[in-house]
């Protein structure tokens, strides 16, 4: 082959992906547009108050006034903004649409960035769809889902050391933050859990894993000792991720059951090719059983200083995060 010629697959190839994912996008946005209007939980409290705030910022709401805050704002940023130039019906649908598509391609992003064979894990885009679409969508918790979209891209350019990578990384992690810190904590914690881990010899490892649960249940009994806390079942259902599907009540149970049953295949795989103390060894699988053993560890809730509200629904929420880690942990094998 020619100096010439020799790009050309490689250009081939790069324009493929490119037409798989612009096609791939168009797909994952179907279900923002084809209902009359959006529902999905909070995502009406986002409307009125972006709503509310314009009326603010023409003087046309007296006694009332805008309240600064540096985080949880970034959603409804963008929805405002984008009310001023398209209106309420528009807006909606543009900035979820931005929403899932953040997401779905920040976890593609760090999926691909922790697979072995370096390929893209179109194999687990269906999976990474659905989970765009789950519990944490419905709910309506947008500056929640954006920010831990975020946080994956953020990852997935650390992974690459690389000095411009780790500066946009830092970015984007700032980015998060003005969107939720909670994917920020989590993220910073699994890069430096990653960091020391990967330092360390393979079968030392363990004895990290089991001081990290140490860490976690003595924060879990600290942070309910000083501060209204709650409790429920609900976390123990969290800690698999496919909580993320059952959502429409009790027929939803047999796709949550189906999703779980291939993750066990798929885990079954990973099993064989690996072995079993090399699989439990992995950093990947250690984050994955951390991130499960938090969400009951840790409350479910908590009314922290300096807050008139609680923050609630915590594992129902980290739980989208444990499902894209444990796809980030079977792309590490090749999936027949």
Known sequence: MTEKNAGVPKRRGTARTGACATGLSLLLLVPCFWQPQIQAGDLSSHLYNAWLAQLIEHGQAPGLTLARQSNNVLFDLMLGGLMRVWGAAAAQRVAVSIAVLVFFWGAFAFVWSRSRPRQAPWQLAPCLAMLAYGWVFHMGLFNFYISLGVCFGAMALWQRKARWAVAVAVLLFGTAYVAHAL??????????????????????????????????????????????????????????????????????????????????????????????????????????????????????????????????????????????????????????
Do not use: K
């Open 183 to 336: 994917p920020v904590a989590w993220a910073v914690g699994v890069l430096v859990y990653g960091r020391v881990a990967q330092a360390m010899a393979p079968r030392r490892r363990a004895w990290l894993m089991i001081g990290a649960l140490a860490v976690l249940a003595l924060t879990g009994f600290l942070v309910g000792a000083f501060f209204p806390t709650r409790r429920g079942a609900d976390q123990f259902m969290a800690m698999t991720g496919a909580d993320q599907f059952w959502i429409y009540g009790r027929y939803y149970i047999g796709i949550a059951m189906a999703v779980l049953g291939a993750w066990a295949v798929c885990f079954q795989h990973l099993l064989n090719t690996r072995g079993a103390t090399r699989t439990l060894l992995d950093v990947r699988f250690q984050l994955c059983a951390l991130s499960a053993a938090a969400l009951v560890l840790l409350p479910g809730g908590a009314l922290l200083p300096g807050f008139r509200s609680g923050l609630d629904f915590v594992a129902e929420r980290m739980s989208l995060a444990g499902a894209v880690l444990f796809c980030a942990l079977v792309a590490s094998v090749r999936l027949p």
